[in-house]
C-alpha cells in the first residue's frame, strides 16, 4: 500500500513538474532536514523529549518550506505567462516588423534558441511574429494546474524527510540516530547528482558525490549562520 502511494505521488509529481523541478524539491527538502537536526542537535542533550523536538522539528520546517515553495511555483507560473503576455503586446504594438522581431529575439536569446544557426532562428522568430499577430495578450491568472504543481512541491518536499526519520524511530542512542539520519540524507542527495546527470550529460558518480558535497556546504553555512 505503502509503495503504492509513492507510486501514486512520483506519477502525480510527474505530471506537473518537470524533472529538474522534481530532483530539486527533493534536493530541498533533504538540505532543510540536514540543518534542523544538525542545528538542534547542538543545543539538545540525549532524551526522549529532544528526540521528539528533533522529530517535530524537522516535520514542521519541511511542511513550512513545502508551503513556501508551493506557493513560490505559483507566482513563478503566473510570472512566467505574465512575461509572454508581455512579449505579445509588444510584437502587436511595435511600429515596425524588424522591432517586433527584436523583441522575440532578445526574448528567446537565452533558450535553446540559440543553438541554431541563423536561417532556423529567422524561420522561429517568423513562426512567433505570425503568431502573435493572430492572437491577443491575456491577463495572467493562476490556473488548476498551478495549484497542482504547487501541491506537488509540498509533496515531496514534505515526503523527502520522511526517511530520515526512520532511525529516530528505530535507535536508541539519539547521537546514533542523527548520524544514521545524516548517512541516509548522504546517500539521497548522491542518488539526486546520479539521476540529474542524466540531464547534464555529465559524469554520474562525480555528478552525485559534487550533489553531496553542495548540500553539506548548504548545511554547514547555514548551520555557521544560526540556522
Known amino acids: 500500500m505503502k509503495e503504492h502511494r509513492l507510486h501514486l505521488l512520483g506519477r502525480f509529481a510527474e505530471k506537473y513538474l518537470s524533472p529538474s523541478e522534481r530532483l530539486s524539491e527533493v534536493m530541498f527538502g533533504l538540505i532543510m532536514v540536514l540543518t534542523v537536526t544538525s542545528t538542534l542537535s547542538i543545543a539538545l542533550a540525549d ?17 513550512a518550506w513545502g ?41 528567446l536569446d537565452a533558450t535553446m534558441i540559440s543553438v541554431l544557426d541563423d536561417e532556423r532562428k529567422k524561420h522561429i522568430y517568423e513562426d512567433v511574429l ?19 504543481g504547487a501541491i506537488a512541491c509540498f ?3 514534505f515526503v523527502s524527510v520522511l526517511p530520515l526519520l526512520v532511525p529516530f524511530f528505530l535507535v536508541n542512542d539519539l547521537g546514533l540516530a542523527i548520524r544514521a539520519s545524516n548517512l541516509i540524507a548522504i546517500v539521497m ?4 547528482g546520479y539521476e540529474t546527470a542524466k540531464y547534464t550529460n555529465k559524469n554520474r ?22 540556522g
Open 130 to 148: 505570425m503568431s502573435a499577430a493572430a492572437s491577443s495578450p491575456e491577463e495572467p491568472r493562476v490556473t488548476r494546474d498551478d495549484v497542482y
Open 47 to 63: 532524551g526522549e523529549g529532544s528526540r521528539a523536538v528533533l522529530i517535530v522539528g524537522a516535520l514542521g520546517a519541511n511542511a
Open 189 to 192: 542527495l548522491f542518488a539526486i
Open 67 to 107: 508551503i513556501v515553495d508551493g506557493v513560490m511555483y505559483v507566482l513563478t507560473s503566473v510570472l512566467e505567462r505574465g512575461r509572454h503576455s508581455r512579449l505579445v503586446a509588444s510584437i502587436r504594438s511595435a511600429k515596425d516588423r524588424d522591432t517586433a522581431v527584436r523583441a522575440i529575439e532578445e526574448d
Open 205 to 226: 558518480l562525480k555528478a552525485g558525490a559534487t550533489m553531496v558535497l553542495i548540500g553539506a556546504a548548504i548545511v554547514f553555512v547555514t548551520v555557521l549562520l544560526g
Open 155 to 157: 509533496l515531496l518536499v
